[in-house]
Structures are given as C-alpha cells and as structure tokens.
C-alpha cells in the first residue's frame, strides 16, 4: 500500500496556496505537514481526502482504504457515545466498538450524550471513529485539538499504532507528538511563487 503525491497544485476558493506538492508514503509511514496557519494544510488534507480537487498534479491512493478526520468530529449530538460508534461500526462494516471505547478512554461516557460531552470528550469520540474504521489510510487535520496533554498521548500511540500494523497516517499538527516513524513535510517550501530557502526544510523531511 502507498500513497504518491506528484506536483500536487491546491487552490482556496480562487486563490492557488499550494505549487507542486511531492511525497511518497508506503506502510508503516507517518507524515506530518508542518507550517503557518494558512499555508494549505487542511485544502492538501482535504485534496488527499477526494472532498476537493487538485488543479494540476497526480495523486495515486485508494480511496477506499482512505478515513478523514476534519476540524468537526463527525459525532450525532442526540446520540449517546456508545450509538455513535455503533453507526459508524454499521457504516464500516467492523465489530471494534468495545475495543475502541476501552482503548480511547471512552467507557465511563459510554451512555453520555455527545450533546453533553465536553469539547475534548467529542474530540475524542471523533477521533475514534479512525480506529473503527478499519481504513488503512488516516488522515486527520489538528487531531490533538482540544485534548489534554494525557489525551494528546493517547493519540499519538494510538497512531503509532496504527503505523506499526502497517497502516499509513498523514495529520497536520503544531505539537511535537511522540511517533518514531514520523516524517516531517514543512508544506512552507510548497507555496506559489516561492523563493529557494533551504531553511523551511525539518529534519526528517522530503
């Protein structure tokens, strides 16, 4: 399994924010894009996601081993936690539900309503939805928004995790997360009408 991303152009609206976006990924891969708010991170995630179109360029990735986590968590408020990821274990066709509470701290809110969660809980609970997914291609847009620093790990192991089994993730992210495979694309060095400067490169990068 890959995902290839070559001389991948975005636009916002009108505006064109992203200019020949590269990257080869195989199992086991981890990839997080890094820069200034704004630079294109969720347009590329969405692009990577088929939810928008990229102008020019070639993307090689199966849609359907694909799961998206955006800026909203996909939770039905009148739901309780428990109904939540039961419809999505429907929508997938898997049988992780029990699994995916206990592992993502969820069983004490099991019967809460997502109307009541707080802002982390419901971050929380959408975020669950990758693993109950059974998609073998994450990718997920400021995953560890609103989580504490305890929740924050738990992800982060979470996609580990996922990695490990040989599943491929692509998040963007401010924070340093603790993932060893994790490579680092600074989408900076990506932006229309650029000028050379070797210094939006991190280490680990393409």
């Known amino acids: 399994m890959t995902v290839k991303a070559s001389k991948i152009c975005c636009t916002r609206g009108v505006r064109q924010v992203l200019q020949d976006v590269s990257f080869n990924l195989a199992?086991?891969?981890?990839?997080?894009?890094r820069g200034p708010n704004g630079v294109g991170?969720?347009?590329?995630?969405?692009?990577?996601?088929?939810?928008s179109?990229?102008?020019t360029g070639k993307l090689?990735?199966?849609?359907?081993?694909?799961?998206y986590s955006g800026h909203l968590d996909a939770v039905k408020f009148q739901l309780t936690v428990a109904e939540n990821l039961s419809f999505w274990?429907?929508?997938?066709?898997?049988?992780?539900?029990?699994?995916?509470?206990?592992?993502?701290?969820?069983?004490?809110l099991k019967n809460r309503l997502a109307a009541n969660l707080s802002a982390g809980q419901k971050r929380r609970l959408g975020l669950a939805r990758m693993t109950l997914s059974g998609r073998k291609i994450w990718l997920m847009d400021e995953p560890t928004t609103?989580?504490?620093?305890?929740?924050?790990?738990l992800i982060a192991q979470s996609i580990s995790a996922h990695c490990a089994s040989g599943g491929i993730a692509i998040l963007s992210t401010h924070l340093d997360l603790d993932i060893a495979c994790a490579k680092i694309l600074n989408l900076a060095q990506f932006a229309p009408n650029r000028t050379t400067d070797t210094s939006v490169f991190l280490e680990g990068s393409f």
Not at 60 to 65: G, K, N, S, T
Not at 94 to 102: A, G, L, W
Not at 146 to 153: F, I, R, V
């Open 27 to 33: 199992s086991g891969d981890c990839l997080i894009l």
């Open 60 to 67: 090689d990735l199966d849609p359907d081993d694909v799961a």
């Open 53 to 55: 179109q990229a102008t």
């Open 89 to 108: 274990a429907g929508v997938y066709g898997t049988n992780m539900t029990d699994e995916v509470i206990k592992n993502f701290g969820l069983k004490p």
């Open 146 to 153: 609103s989580l504490d620093a305890q929740h924050t790990t």
């Open 41 to 51: 991170k969720s347009t590329l995630l969405r692009v990577l996601a088929g939810l």
